[in-house]
């Protein structure tokens, strides 16, 4: 028996604890049950019970064992009450083994890759798979799923019971997707992750442009699938971009709380750790590239460039704007065309930038094209049209901070021409 | 095994009652075949004649009381449900491979829903 640190810190180490188990627990309660929101309920109750018993009896020696008992348990009662409730036969649909034995690393990893594949099902829509993401695979309770992704509980709360019931009644299989389905279903999961990660890294709501609470998770869940399908060149990839992206967070705000742009970062900030781990995972993505790399392998190699400039004017931008180029072929879209056009602008000048603009297509009210046309309208000189421009980027949706940050470079760019 | 309702909706109010087009014939061809291919678990379906042909009832006033007919669809809009195919899968992923290869899933839309099977839950 582990005896648990006395007061907060033991709290601390034994919620930490349960959190790390919840998702694994949980996996093979859906394959034992057969119902993602049976097992919920039935693992949630669990929890509850091991913070009253660990913290006196100490943290029993195999807690994933005594969870998954637990849980099973509570499992048969809740079947046993809602046959009762709805009259059936006592014992009908009543099949959870409880004394089966706990599922050892190989089966574990097959429950946690279907639980992750049916919580991502294409079937969902993104938010949702995002809130189940968030509630059965990080362990968010339900109000926390609710506050992480800004949303009122009570409207969280049902769309995740629909999204349950969805799964239930529509009969999304808890399956991992036969070989020929997977690059597509994984590509899926991915985007859902790297979706989190950004509402966290590039907040669109709210009044910080910073949520580490889902940047945290998004990390949480790239290691959890890396470590489930460690071969696959789009998972490396993933992992290498959210983690040279996520190195440069401490150098992201100003004492204020208002985002620092990369060209303006105290780079000496930047975690080097995080920034060599994710090039490592890049190197060994890029290794098993074959001909056409994995949009987020290409993705990863800009953000290296960035992380290995010494200074934004160091940059090396040719080669940010070739792979660019490389991510135009495999993934063409007008974010990355907006993207690509900011890197010419630093290659070539904010004309050729405005004219790469032009090109880059619908994006309508998409704040951070408004914001690159108003910025290279200023530094072109442009007075007139970068006010005009300024104040339709601040009617846009969009981060507040953000915004002023926008508003104060644009006054300062066209203070020099005056 | 679980049923799935294969919804078909397309633009433009085709009548398919009569194949006047070569497309038309060409499109029933191709359903021809879809129907040959998934005859394993295919459980029924129907084409509808157009929505000009719809009359929709209404009983205001509560069971017994008079009855509304309006000529046309409940719901007038661009896409329109021309019929249905009735599909017997494993799981909605298989539903979803069969749905993909009904003809109208590449030219306009098909919407799959699970059936409710009655027997199986209490009522």
């Known amino acids: 028996m582990l005896r648990l640190p006395d007061q907060d810190g033991g709290s601390a180490a034994l919620a930490t604890l349960l959190r790390d188990e919840w998702p694994r627990v949980l996996a093979s309660l859906v394959r034992t049950t057969g119902s993602l929101q049976l097992a919920e309920d039935a693992l949630g109750d669990a929890v509850v019970r091991a913070f009253e018993v660990w913290p006196r009896d100490g943290v029993p020696d195999e807690p994933r064992a005594w969870l998954t008992v637990v849980a099973r348990r509570r499992a048969v009662d809740l079947l046993r009450r809602e046959a009762r409730r709805s009259e059936k036969e006592a014992g009908a649909g009543i099949f959870v083994n409880v004394d089966a034995p706990v599922p050892d690393a190989s089966e574990l990893r097959d429950d946690l890759l279907r639980l992750l594949f049916t919580c991502c099902h294409p079937a969902l829509t993104v938010e949702a798979q995002t809130a189940l993401a968030l509630r059965t695979l990080c362990g968010l309770s339900t109000a926390e799923v609710a506050s992480a992704l800004l949303v009122p509980e009570a409207t969280m709360a049902k769309r995740l019971v629909r999204a349950k019931r969805k799964i239930t009644d529509a009969g999304i299989p808890y399956r991992v997707p036969p070989v020929e389905e997977l690059p597509e279903r994984l590509h899926g999961v991915l985007t859902t992750v790297y979706l989190l990660f950004n509402e966290g890294y590039l907040a669109t709501s709210g009044d910080s442009p910073l949520r580490r609470q889902l940047t945290t998770e998004a990390n949480r869940l790239s290691a959890l699938l890396r470590e489930l399908l460690p071969d696959q060149v789009s998972v490396i990839g993933l992992e290498a971009l959210l983690r040279l992206h996520d190195a440069r967070t401490p150098a992201r705000l100003d004492a204020a709380g208002e985002p620092i742009r990369l060209s303006d970062q105290d780079r000496t900030l930047w975690n080097r750790s995080e920034i060599r781990a994710g090039l490592a995972l890049l190197g060994t993505a890029l290794r098993t590239s074959r001909d056409d790399p994995d949009p987020y392998v290409v993705q990863a190699a800009i953000a290296a460039c960035h992380d290995v400039a010494p200074t934004w004017a160091d940059t090396n931008w040719e080669a940010i704007v070739s792979w660019y180029d490389v991510l135009l072929r495999v993934a063409e879209t007008p974010v990355v065309r907006l993207n690509r056009a900011v890197a010419i602008a630093e290659l070539r000048g904010s004309a050729a930038g405005l004219r790469e603009l032009d090109g880059v297509g619908e994006l309508a009210d998409y704040f951070p094209l408004v914001a690159v046309r108003t910025e290279l309208l200023a530094r072109a000189g442009r007075a007139d049209e970068a006010r005009s421009s300024l104040a339709r980027a601040i009617d846009t949706p969009g981060n507040a901070a953000a915004k002023r940050d926008l508003s104060r470079r644009v006054h300062e760019l066209l203070r020099t021409y005056m | ?123």
């Open chain 2, 1 to 123: 095994m679980p049923q799935y309702a294969a919804i078909i909706y397309e633009q433009g109010d085709p009548d398919w009652s009569s194949l006047d087009t070569p497309e038309k014939q060409e499109t029933m061809g191709e359903y021809g075949a879809f129907g040959a291919t998934a005859a394993a678990i295919l459980r029924g379906g129907a084409a509808l004649y157009p929505t000009s042909t719809a009359t929709t009832v209404q009983v205001e006033g509560g069971k017994g009381g008079r009855v509304v007919t309006t000529d046309g669809p409940f719901a007038e809009s661009k896409e329109v449900l021309t019929g249905f195919y009735l599909l017997e899968c494993a799981d909605l992923d298989e539903a979803v491979r069969w749905a993909a290869q009904i003809p109208a899933a590449w030219k306009d839309k098909v919407e799959v829903r699970p059936v409710i099977d009655f027997g199986a839950s209490p009522a």
